[in-house]
């Protein structure tokens, strides 16, 4: 055999030596020459190999740092925040990335930041609601006492809302974060609530726009960032319910909603649907199957600096539905087959702001309902007094009777409403309902509710303490109730006897208005 390189080179052409004489033009070079150098130039492309590996991981190890970097930034003063470990699926992440490039430099972009929440899911209903910051006022706590206002805790356990603060300002953000936690303490404890922001990478750069439709750049930069936003929390969303429905931070909820949503869904669930909906006015009340969020997601994505959100929720109706061969009268039959509309509509639009700033929102769906913002019991008869002057004709006389809601103006520590029965009365139990389904958030806070009892020798009995039920308070008043969450309820112990009077007694300052929707003593 030829020992030259030549015939090696030959006879090893695919291997590591044959691409060596290959690379180097050799030809002529002896076995053992041949062998030296083929042993170099293996630890030559070991070398190479483990330094593109590092140069990898180094490249990994600084987008992580860039990415906590601004992880930290965004939540500073939330220590509590977290990144949601939950991946999204392969296919929907690389589709995300196709639409949206800019974050391919940064992996976790499309992980939100959890700021509140118990991480519930399995639940039969996710409530969608993002926030921005307006120029004006912020509806978002109105919007979460309305849909929380008559639940059950048994409906309350089977929702979860989730507030998308779209932002990426940190000291907005923590504002809405705190503001949250403060006015709904509970429902963030049991995790009903919940509260996220995107990654500070989440959105591209708006300054380089397409303009369509003849729309200012900031009205089409406003458009393009809700529709990122809408698919921001619809991932988040996808895997945390059966059913999803996308609402707005400046509405109100018809009383009974719930109920009324998986009643109608319930008739429809076996029928081929895209989604059902619960108001007319935009994006607002759209309830879809949290199986078809991918779908809808993707399109939106892959045109979301095209058009709005409510026109291309309809494109989607006509590639599904229309013949382009058949008339426009077939299609909308064919795309009505795909949306079912309830009537009434459950949800408004109250907000006048909107968040483009300068548009004002004069949006009213015509099917919504006239709620009913009191509850009527029939009580003693009784003289009333307050400390607190009650707005316009909502005073305190009417709401006893179950003519009206009483409303007052901002409560002091030491205000009070007293109820001076016109004869003694052995009250079995009581409830007080403050707010209603508009405004939730005028509420009694750190307010009890008082006895007076008929006989000296039950205040006495109180006094020492061997009445376990109730505690002394001022002018011979027992407390025997708290308001909690806005409601105070609860039996009277028999042990109190009669009661001459029953009184809400203040005992902070407050922020608000309170008003007193429903007023039941039962005798």
């Known amino acids: 055999m030829n020992r030259t390189g030549g015939g090696w080179c030959d006879l090893l052409s695919k291997g590591v030596i044959g691409l060596f004489c290959s690379r180097f033009g050799i030809s002529h070079t002896t076995h053992n020459e041949l062998f030296q150098l083929s ?132 000291t907005f953000v923590n504002s809405v974060v705190q503001n949250v936690q403060n006015n709904l303490p509970d429902d963030v404890r049991s995790g009903t609530i919940e509260v996220i922001s995107p990654s500070l990478h989440y959105y591209p750069d708006f300054t380089d726009l397409k303009e369509t439709f003849g729309d200012s750049k900031e009205r089409v930069r406003w458009r393009t960032k809700q529709n990122l936003d809408y698919s921001f929390l619809m991932l988040y969303a996808q895997n945390k319910g059966k059913l999803y429905v996308q609402l707005e931070d400046d509405i109100i909820a018809k009383q009974g909603y719930l109920e009324d949503i998986k009643t109608f869904t319930q008739q429809v669930l076996s029928q081929e649907w895209l989604y059902l909906e619960f108001s007319q006015l935009g994006f607002i ?104 002057k009650h707005y316009q004709t909502h005073s305190l006389e009417g709401a006893y009777r179950g003519e009206d809601f009483f409303w007052g103006l901002t409560p002091k520590k030491g205000d009070y409403i007293v109820i001076k029965f016109s004869n003694p009365q052995t009250v079995k139990g009581f409830l007080f309902r403050s707010g209603n389904i508009e405004t939730n958030g005028d509420r009694f806070y750190n307010t009890t509710v008082e006895g007076l009892p008929v006989y000296s020798t039950v205040k006495e009995k109180v006094e020492r303490g061997e009445l376990p039920c109730c505690k002394p308070s001022a002018n011979g008043f027992v407390v025997m109730g708290y308001f909690k969450n806005g409601v105070a309820t609860g039996e009277v112990d028999v042990e109190l006897q009669k009661l001459s009077a029953i009184r809400l007694l203040v005992h902070s300052d407050s922020d608000v208005w309170v008003l007193l929707s429903e007023i039941l003593i039962k005798v």
């Open 39 to 170: 042993v170099v130039y293996e630890r030559l492309l070991q070398a190479e190999q483990r330094g593109e590996a590092l140069s990898r991981e180094l490249r990994k190890v600084m987008v992580q740092l860039r990415s906590h970097s601004a992880s930290f930034n965004l939540t500073c003063s939330q220590t509590t925040a977290t990144r949601d470990k939950r991946a999204l699926p392969g296919s929907l992440q690389s589709n995300a990335l196709l639409y949206l490039p800019h974050l391919n430099q940064y992996p976790d972009s499309l992980t939100p930041i959890i700021h509140l929440g118990q991480g519930r899911s399995a639940v039969s209903l996710v409530l969608g609601v993002p926030t921005v910051q307006r120029q004006k006022q912020s509806y978002l706590v109105n919007t979460l006492q309305s849909l929380l206002y008559d639940l059950s805790p048994a409906e309350r356990r089977d929702i979860v809302i989730i507030v998308f603060v779209a932002e990426t300002n940190a």
């Open 285 to 388: 009340g759209k309830l879809f199957r949290s199986s078809d969020l991918q779908m809808i997601v993707e399109f939106i994505l892959m045109f979301h600096n095209d058009k709005p959100i409510d026109w291309l929720l309809d494109h989607i109706l006509w590639v599904k539905a229309c013949n382009p061969e058949k008339s426009s009268a077939h299609c909308n039959t064919e795309k009505a087959k795909l949306k079912r509309t309830h009537k009434p509509s459950l949800f408004q639009h109250v907000g006048l702001h909107s968040s483009l700033q300068g548009k004002m929102q004069n949006l009213k769906d015509k099917d919504f309902v006239k709620q009913v913002l009191f509850k009527s019991h029939h009580n003693p008869p009784a003289e009333l007094s307050s400390s607190l």
